[in-house]
Structure formats: C-alpha cells, structure tokens
C-alpha cells in the first residue's frame, strides 16, 4: 500500500511520513471493515471507474482519507477525516484546489447522498466506495460491519442496520456513473435485500 500512495503522492519526505501515518490509521486494531483491505476495495474500484472521473488523482486522495480517522462515529469521523486531508496535504505539495476538492468528497462518503448534478468526481468516489455491496464478499462485509459495532446491543444493531438498508433499496439508484451501475447495481439490491430478510426474520416477535 505504501508503494501505491508514494506513486499517487510522490516520494517527498513528506509524503513518505504522510503515506505510512494513514496505513498506521487504516491498520488500527479496533477495526473490523474499515481496515487496509477496504481502501485496497476502494481504490481498486475506482481503478475500474476512472474513465468516469474528471480528477482521478483527487478521488484517490480522497479514497486515502475517507475513513483515515474512524472511531464509529458517522459524520464525525468524515468531517475529522477531511480536516486532516487539508492539514496533511498542502505539506506534500498538493495544490490548495485539490486539496480542498479532496476534503469536499471525503465530506461526500458519510451519507453518499449529497452528491450534486454533475458532480463526477463524487460519483465515482461513492460508488467504489459502495462496490463491496454488489461483490462476492458481502457476507463477510455484513459480518465484519457487526464486529463493528460488537458493543450496540442486537436489537438496537438490528433496528440501525435495517434502516440503512431500507434507505440504500429505497433509492431510485444505487449507483451514479453507468460503468458502476452496470457492474454492481442490481447484486447490490439481491444481498442487501437478502440481508434485511435476515435482520428482520431475526428480530424478536413484538409483546403486548
């Protein structure tokens, strides 16, 4: 992976140091899904997606940062995440537009529906970084989301993650950019609604 970042960033000093505190951050020992192996998922995606993007070199900043700082906490750890984009970068001689475009789409992957029309660059970002939806390792996707989350009560886990589910199947679309829909679309409504049958089969019987 290191390799790989000192390709995207140079091989500065800095972005040497800059390269090894994010795989320290990927590799934290409280992760379960959030891990190097996700942001190799991402950006392998995104590889598949490029021709999509307007800035590929900005998206796979982006892919770097959007879950460098991860404490559970959705929204909080974007936003973190995207500060320590704009704090980090400049020091590897990246431009402060690209900089600042890189925090915008690392802000885009705390809800993925905020991407405005015509937004390529936040299309293709978001739909690697949903791809493992429509991939082959979706059970083990689930099951390490759950790890996640080891110290939510089942109940309350279930409710939670229900409702994300029921939000992504609700929408018109999962996928932005034609390449990702092509590939992952409709795998990615077959485990997601497999999985909600689950949760809900799972569920207690309501009392009273």
Same mark, same amino acid.
């Given at each position: 992976?290191?390799?790989?970042?000192?390709?995207?960033?140079?091989?500065?000093?800095?972005?040497?140091?800059?390269?090894?505190?994010?795989?320290?951050?990927?590799?934290?020992?409280?992760?379960?899904?959030?891990?190097?192996?996700?942001? %190799?998922?991402?950006?392998?995606?995104?590889?598949?997606?490029?021709?999509?993007?307007?800035?590929?070199?900005?998206?796979?900043?982006?892919?770097? @940062?959007?879950?460098?700082?991860?404490? =559970?906490?959705?929204?909080?750890?974007?936003?973190?995440?995207?500060?320590?984009?704009?704090?980090?970068?400049?020091?590897?001689?990246?431009?402060?537009?690209?900089?600042?475009?890189?925090?915008?789409?690392?802000?885009?992957?705390?809800?993925?529906?905020?991407?405005?029309?015509?937004?390529?660059? =936040?299309?293709?970002?978001?739909?690697?970084? #949903?791809?493992? #939806?429509?991939?082959?390792?979706?059970?083990?996707?689930?099951?390490?989301?759950?790890?996640?989350?080891?110290?939510?009560?089942?109940?309350? @886990?279930?409710?939670?993650?229900?409702?994300?589910?029921?939000?992504?199947?609700?929408?018109?679309?999962?996928?932005?950019?034609?390449?990702?829909?092509?590939?992952?679309? !409709?795998? %990615?409504?077959?485990?997601?609604?497999?999985?909600?049958?689950?949760? !809900?089969?799972?569920?207690?019987?309501?009392?009273?």
């Amino acid at each position: 992976m290191q390799t790989r970042w000192l390709a995207l960033a140079g091989r500065s000093p800095a972005a040497a140091a800059l390269g090894a505190e994010l795989v320290a951050r990927w590799s934290e020992p409280h992760r379960r899904y959030h891990t190097l192996d996700h942001l %190799a998922a991402v950006l392998a995606a995104i590889d598949r997606l490029e021709a999509e993007a307007a800035d590929p070199v900005a998206v796979r900043l982006a892919a770097w @940062f959007h879950d460098a700082v991860y404490d =559970g906490r959705p929204g909080w750890d974007e936003e973190r995440s995207a500060w320590l984009a704009l704090a980090r970068l400049p020091r590897c001689g990246v431009p402060a537009a690209r900089v600042a475009a890189v925090a915008q789409l690392v802000r885009l992957t705390a809800a993925h529906d905020r991407l405005a029309p015509g937004d390529a660059d =936040g299309a293709v970002l978001c739909d690697a970084d #949903l791809s493992v #939806l429509g991939g082959d390792g979706y059970g083990d996707y689930a099951a390490r989301v759950r790890e996640e989350y080891a110290h939510v009560p089942g109940d309350l @886990f279930r409710q939670g993650r229900a409702g994300v589910l029921r939000r992504l199947l609700a929408t018109r679309r999962l996928y932005r950019t034609p390449r990702a829909y092509e590939l992952w679309e !409709t795998r %990615a409504r077959a485990n997601m609604s497999a999985e909600l049958a689950a949760l !809900t089969a799972a569920a207690p019987p309501p009392t009273g």
